[in-house]
């Protein structure tokens, strides 16, 4: 199992930053993608940023140029630098990991998801 520990969130004016960082600790053969979404009440949990293993990174259009996204894998830890905050940016965060699992001889990708954290932007 994989465990994915999420902190930073919290209240900030519009204009302001915040990092938020989430740990993934377990028994796991690798941590493959991560990746952070949001989900604001009454609408879908939505992609925000995605970094592969390899470093590529991916980023919803609305957070591009403001957001970035990195991971330090000696750490197994992905990091969201958001700056320039907005007010539409109030919602709850979760982090997101594939993890590479195994169990009896067999190795599989299985999904795991953070307990959320919330950001929340006053104007």
């Known amino acids: 199992q994989v465990q994915l520990v999420e902190s930073g969130g919290g209240l900030v004016q519009a204009g302001g930053s915040l990092r938020l960082s989430c740990a993934a600790s377990?028994?796991?053969?690798?941590?493959?993608?991560m990746a952070w979404y949001h989900q604001a009440p009454g609408k879908q949990r939505e992609l925000v940023a995605a970094?592969?293993?390899?470093?590529?990174?991916n980023y919803a259009d609305s957070v591009k140029g403001r957001f970035t996204i990195s991971r330090d894998n000696a750490k197994n830890t992905v990091y969201l630098q958001m700056n320039s905050l907005k007010p539409e940016d109030t919602s709850v965060y979760y982090c997101?990991?594939?993890?590479?699992?195994?169990?009896?001889?067999?190795?599989?990708?299985?999904?795991?998801w953070g307990q959320g954290s919330q950001v929340t932007v006053s104007s």
């Open positions: 997101h990991a594939r993890a590479l699992i195994r169990r009896l001889g067999i190795s599989r990708e299985y999904e795991y």
């Open positions: 970094i592969i293993s390899g470093g590529r990174t």
């Open positions: 377990g028994n796991f053969v690798s941590i493959n993608d």
